[in-house]
């Protein structure tokens, strides 16, 4: 997919010339002219679909739909998922026919089986968790009672290691505890056992306070903060859905293209609660990406650039998952696509923004960014290594980046008070 890449940069105008269609058979066409022809299908399409133009919509869909496949190569894996997206788009104009078609009733995917095979394909958050953790072993190495708020990752791989990392500090292990927001109580039961496992191994003093809530049901007192406790918050590909707003616009006709920051009454009001607690820091793991966009185009063109990438290093690590655990993955993948493209209003939870929009957000809440724990040591580097050659990381300013071929995916922030 990488000869596409010139057609899939987000300031990319749907100018893009789409041919009568082809006289000659598709199954001539080479992977490259496919790929092409599939992008400026996509664009036209999302651009009917705004206007209003269900016809040439669909014609579009169902010229997508011969060249596109679920088992094709990455371009024709993700045509076919934002054609699915599109689609459910204009079914949804009709409720009765949505609801009859039972698109609000696919089959759920195992979202910890999702996770597992996404921590096991790509490096994001391997590097997330060891950045977090070193950051934090050093902030709070002096301090003899910690408490952790993990806003909803849940994943004992982060937090098993910095137990550990706690026990063998110089003046001996601190009292630590951490609560832990999921509205999953499996995954609450599951990490707890596992970390009151590994404390009392550790002979460590230690707390599990679940929350089996959402994060916009997290009020203050459910915190259980106490004085002398040093506070740190971590929220993990979580907060961006704190954007979703009742910003209903025409789901076909668009409207004026708007595409800067909003206020977010939610957001600000975790913000200002995470504050109010004065947390020695905060952590911020994010998409790195832009689909918190009014136009369905603008989201449309944005999500092609980024899933492109995405897609691309799903098949460079394939090894690590087989064909059944890259359809997990992809349909994980699958299900953002469709809530970036198909949905508005509330139900667009998926609001991925760039670190540069986070930046003002935080620092309009009263945060500021610190220096994160960064060494490209040979443990760092043969850890990313290991998941390909085309993974990178990238340090901007304050936020480190997982890059795939110089395209960042995933953010790592720091914020302090």
Known sequence: MSSLKPL??????LSLALSPSPAH?????KPEERGIRLIQLLLKGAKHASSGNFHRADACLSEISELSSMSGDSMQRLAAQFASALATRLVKRWPGLYK??????????DVDQAKTLFARAFPFLCFAYM????????AMANEHVIHIVDLSSGDPKLWVPFLHSLAHLPNGPPHLKITCLNSNRAILDKLGQSLVKEAETLDMPFQFNPLSIGLRELSGDMLKVRSGEALAFVSILNLHVLLAEDDQVDAHFGGAKFNGIKSCKPLSDLLTLIRSMSPKLLFL????????????VDRFIEGLHYYSAVFDSIDATSGNLGGEGRMILE???????ENIVACEGLERFERHERYGRWAIRLG?????????WYNFNEDTKQMVDGFGKG??????KTSLMICWHERPLYAVTAWTC
């Open 100 to 109: 009859a078609l039972n698109h609000h009733q696919k089959p759920r995917i």
């Open 8 to 13: 899939l940069k987000p300031d990319v105008t």
């Open 391 to 396: 993974y990178k990381i990238a340090s901007e």
């Open 131 to 138: 950045v977090i953790t070193r950051t934090l072993v050093q």
């Open 364 to 372: 309009q809440g009263g945060f500021k960014p610190i220096r994160l």
């Open 285 to 296: 793991v994010e998409q790195e990406a832009n689909h918190n966009l009014d136009r369905l």
């Open 25 to 29: 058979d598709h199954e001539i066409l």
């Open 331 to 337: 349909e994980m993948f699958g299900r953002e696509i």
